[in-house]
């Protein structure tokens, strides 16, 4: 920082500071958001004391950073997190990136932060557990991102053992995600369960798994009674088939994208009430299975996965009655819709084809497309050559269609 600015001594606003050698005391007046940056360049972890953060009051969003590799010293990182230290009254999100030290300091999620909203820490990579998080009384969202060396999440993370809770942990957490934890295996609920206070993350609403390769699908959440959004990316089919014991009543929408081992969906019965299903970039999936599906699927879409429909019999879709919109996209194994049953989708409203490379035609004159639809889009289908007019002639519904780049046409 160039010397002159540490003379304003009635700064207010500083969004981000890059510490050099040494980090100064001023910018007493500093409010709003402060980012922190290249905390490896310290030397003396004394003068990170002078920054003084407990005192500035007014630091709604903190962000501090180291950059590279930080585990070389883990105990010299641990004493700067600790004492960077914030004001517990206005602070409304926090963010640690890349802290190299093996554990973290007590004020890391300390119920006295009763204002923090928001939590996210990434690249933490010499850490081998959590802190205690589920205390902060008013935590929505978290975000777990690249601890390398945890293996299991247990009651460390739901309270610090110190006294018995009075309060479910996590009670106020609506959305949380998992993300680049290579070696997590095991995830403990710490006894909380269905009878007992209405379980854990009780309010969630959205959770994430983004490559979590090792985790087992046993040991997942059974019964999240808020959740409507569920979404796993780059893991196994272990993991996917938790939904099978599982009791998600308020689940609404399934995402599943690179899952490497994954070769049919569903793998039994989902449950009931999910509405939206996306599938992408599931590569070994070769077959649609015609049991298990949600009875009242509304929409679903599968993108960039390269083995499905190369067998329409292993594909037939017949059995989604209650499907409104069906998106097909970048499936380089689609030829048509014959033989996929698209005349039992009675209730099909929305129908797009778009970038399937070899898809050269819609269906022949003994299948049909579904009456009821009202919107049909065919986009980037370099072999598609010709439209056949009697699957168009009752379509009384259709309101929107939409043919481009289809160069044969």
């Not at 046993?218 to 993991?239: F, K, Q, V, W």
């Not at 998600?248 to 989902?270: I, N, R, V």
């Not at 992408?280 to 599968?302: A, D, M, R, Y």
């Not at 033989?339 to 989708?345: D, K, P, Q, S």
């Amino acid at each position: 920082m160039p010397p002159q600015l540490l003379n304003l001594k009635n700064l207010e606003s500083l969004r981000q500071f890059a510490v050099g050698k040494k980090i100064e005391r001023k910018f007493q007046n500093l409010h709003g958001n402060l980012c922190i940056t290249n905390l490896e360049n310290v030397v003396n972890v004394e003068d990170v004391s002078e920054a003084n953060l407990k005192d500035k009051k007014l630091i709604r969003e903190l962000i501090e950073g180291w950059k590279g590799d930080s585990t070389k010293d883990s105990y010299g990182a641990w004493k700067v997190l600790e004492r960077l230290q914030p004001h517990t009254d206005n602070l409304e999100r926090l963010e640690i990136r890349n802290y190299g030290g093996r554990s973290f300091p007590g004020w890391i999620g300390h119920p006295s932060f009763f204002g923090i909203y928001s939590l996210s820490l990434f690249g933490c990579k010499n850490c081998c557990s959590l802190p205690c998080l589920g205390q902060l009384p008013s935590l929505r969202l978290l975000t777990i991102e690249g601890f390398d060396l945890v293996e299991r999440i247990g009651y460390e993370f739901y309270c610090d053992g110190s006294s018995l809770v009075d309060s479910k942990p996590f009670d106020s957490l609506r959305y949380l995600r998992f993300s680049n934890m290579q070696r997590w295996k095991e995830w403990s609920l710490m006894g909380w369960s269905k009878q007992v206070g209405g379980g854990v993350f009780s309010n969630l609403k959205y959770l994430i798994f983004s490559d979590c390769p090792e985790l087992n699908g046993a040991c997942i959440p059974d019964y999240l009674p808020s959740l409507t959004n569920l979404h796993i990316s780059g893991s196994s089919d272990h993991l996917v088939g938790l939904l099978l014991r599982c009791e998600y009543p308020s689940l609404d929408e399934l995402h599943l994208q690179y899952c490497p081992t994954m070769q049919s969906f569903p793998q039994g019965k989902l449950p009931f009430n999910i509405k939206n299903i996306k599938i992408f970039e599931c590569n070994e999936v070769v077959s649609l299975s015609e049991e298990g599906w949600p009875c009242n699927l509304k929409s679903f879409q599968i993108n960039q996965c390269e083995k499905v429909f190369a067998e329409p019999i292993e594909c037939n879709l017949r059995m989604l009655t209650t499907l409104t919109s069906l998106n097909l996209n970048l499936l380089p194994n689609l030829k048509s819709l014959n033989g996929m049953g698209f005349g039992c989708l009675v209730s099909l409203q929305k129908l797009y084809i778009i970038a399937c490379r070899q898809f050269r035609c819609l269906v022949d004159e003994d299948e049909g497309l579904p009456t009821s639809l009202t919107t049909l889009q065919l986009c980037y289908l370099p072999e598609l050559k010709s439209l056949n007019a009697s699957a168009f002639r009752n379509l009384t519904s259709l309101q929107n269609l939409q043919i481009t780049k289809c160069t044969l046409l």
